[in-house]
């Protein structure tokens, strides 16, 4: 690559939810085919996911303050940046590749300021920029990412916790005028996140295809896909084991990992999914319906201005979210939680059941 062509950037912001983890295993496996074709997926922001453009665009106050940032053990904010930038320019550089792929689904969501300050990273590889995006059905992207909060601390249940202001994640054709208008991308690439409309029915070829790189899948070292989603009893037995760690261990909910515990329970049968009831999602979707038909017009050219097709999911699914006790000591085995934590999680677990009996709430 000459000096008078530096790469173009393909910005793959998410969504999260979209089997964004799968397609970065992809790009992580086959870096060094990719990169004989011209393409780099950069170890700077990230060995995997690029976790580090989402750290280096959040303002102070936000990123003192996130899980990976407080897990991570970086310096102050301004020498990570420094280092970051200095880094992947670096990379860059030594490469001379034709195109950068990066990868990070928390940027889907990224307020302007963010975004701005995202783009003095970008602008530094110096080429025009393709902004991807996979967009998910909103209501079953509800379902699917509380499913996610309880993996990572959340107490409160789906009922309550879907009371919460979405907007800034679910309002597409807002979230897409942000990156436009904070990042000025010569393209942003809208991709409905639904099987049926897949290249070739797979995710990672449609996704090869949104990004420009003339890639087939064949030619690639394939990922192991899995499917991540737990039943209502895995999700409520988490859910307590996180308020036992907040109340009786004192612990916030930055510090709280499942990891090891939901690769236990995701070998085990554990009922439906848990969701909510159909009127409640019908009127999630409603606020959305005029943001979601301005999407298919203006991105999809599609004058019918419907985003997506598919339906949403009913088969397997329940809005009962209620752990009996008397399968506690199943899970409590099963994930081998410490015998002495058992008679708090228990009254937890209880009064927990009773909330959900009594109150009617999922």
Same mark, same amino acid.
């Given at each position: 690559?000459?000096?008078?062509?530096?790469?173009?950037?393909?910005?793959?912001?998410?969504?999260?939810?979209?089997?964004?983890?799968?397609?970065?295993?992809?790009?992580?496996?086959?870096?060094?085919?990719?990169?004989?074709?011209?393409?780099?997926?950069?170890?700077?922001?990230?060995?995997?996911?690029?976790?580090?453009?989402?750290?280096?665009?959040?303002?102070?106050?936000?990123?003192?303050?996130?899980?990976?940032?407080?897990?991570?053990?970086?310096?102050?904010?301004?020498?990570?940046?420094?280092?970051?930038?200095?880094?992947?320019?670096?990379?860059?550089?030594?490469?001379?590749?034709?195109?950068?792929?990066?990868?990070?689904?928390?940027?889907?969501?990224?307020?302007?300021?963010?975004?701005?300050?995202?783009?003095?990273?970008?602008?530094?590889?110096?080429?025009?920029?393709?902004?991807?995006?996979?967009?998910?059905?909103?209501?079953?992207?509800?379902?699917?990412?509380?499913?996610?909060?309880?993996?990572?601390?959340?107490?409160?249940?789906?009922?309550?916790?879907?009371?919460?202001?979405?907007?800034?994640?679910?309002?597409?054709?807002?979230?897409?005028?942000?990156?436009?208008?904070?990042?000025?991308?010569?393209?942003?690439?809208?991709?409905?996140?639904?099987?049926? @409309?897949?290249?070739? %029915?797979?995710?990672?070829?449609?996704? &090869? $295809?949104?990004?420009?790189? #003339?890639?087939? +899948? !064949?030619?690639?070292?394939?990922?192991?896909?899995?499917?991540?989603?737990?039943?209502?009893?895995?999700?409520?037995?988490?859910?307590?084991?996180?308020?036992?760690?907040?109340?009786?261990?004192?612990?916030?909910?930055?510090?709280?990992?499942?990891?090891?515990?939901?690769?236990?329970?995701?070998?085990?049968?554990?009922?439906?999914?848990?969701?909510?009831?159909?009127?409640?999602?019908?009127?999630?979707?409603?606020?959305?319906?005029?943001?979601?038909?301005?999407?298919?017009?203006?991105?999809?050219?599609?004058?019918?201005?419907?985003?997506?097709?598919?339906? @949403?999911?009913?088969? %397997?699914?329940?809005?009962?979210?209620? &752990? $009996?006790?008397?399968?506690? #000591?199943?899970? +409590? !085995?099963?994930?081998?939680?410490?015998?002495?934590?058992?008679?708090?999680?228990?009254?937890?677990?209880?009064?927990?059941?009773?909330?959900?009996?009594?109150?009617?709430?999922?």
């Amino acid at each position: 690559m000459s000096a008078s062509a530096p790469p173009e950037v393909v910005l793959h912001i998410g969504s999260d939810k979209t089997g964004t983890t799968s397609l970065q295993q992809l790009l992580r496996r086959n870096r060094r085919e990719l990169a004989g074709r011209g393409i780099l997926y950069p170890r700077a922001p990230g060995p995997v996911r690029h976790a580090g453009l989402g750290l280096y665009a959040r303002p102070d106050h936000a990123l003192l303050e996130s899980r990976d940032w407080l897990r991570g053990g970086y310096p102050a904010p301004d020498v990570f940046r420094r280092r970051l930038r200095r880094r992947l320019v670096r990379e860059v550089a030594t490469w001379a590749p034709a195109r950068v792929v990066l990868s990070d689904e928390s940027l889907a969501r990224m307020a302007p300021d963010s975004i701005t300050r995202l783009r003095g990273l970008i602008d530094a590889l110096g080429g025009p920029v393709r902004v991807v995006v996979y967009l998910r059905r909103q209501d079953d992207h509800l379902v699917s990412r509380y499913q996610q909060a309880v993996k990572v601390g959340e107490v409160l249940p789906l009922a309550a916790w879907a009371l919460r202001d979405f907007s800034s994640m679910y309002d597409f054709a807002a979230l897409l005028r942000n990156w436009q208008g904070a990042l000025g991308p010569r393209e942003i690439v809208v991709r409905p996140f639904e099987r049926a @409309r897949f290249s070739q %029915g797979s995710l990672e070829q449609d996704f &090869l $295809d949104a990004t420009g790189m #003339d890639v087939r +899948l !064949a030619d690639l070292r394939p990922v192991e896909l899995r499917n991540e989603s737990l039943g209502v009893e895995a999700v409520e037995m988490l859910r307590i084991l996180n308020l036992h760690r907040r109340e009786n261990q004192g612990l916030p909910t930055w510090q709280i990992s499942n990891r090891d515990h939901v690769k236990r329970l995701r070998g085990t049968e554990s009922g439906p999914q848990v969701t909510l009831p159909e009127p409640d999602l019908d009127r999630f979707m409603q606020q959305w319906e005029e943001s979601n038909r301005r999407v298919a017009v203006e991105h999809l050219g599609d004058p019918s201005g419907e985003l997506f097709h598919a339906p @949403r999911r009913t088969e %397997g699914t329940t809005t009962d979210q209620v &752990l $009996d006790p008397a399968r506690l #000591d199943h899970y +409590l !085995a099963l994930m081998e939680i410490p015998e002495q934590q058992h008679g708090a999680i228990r009254r937890i677990a209880e009064r927990e059941a009773a909330r959900g009996q009594t109150d009617g709430s999922p």
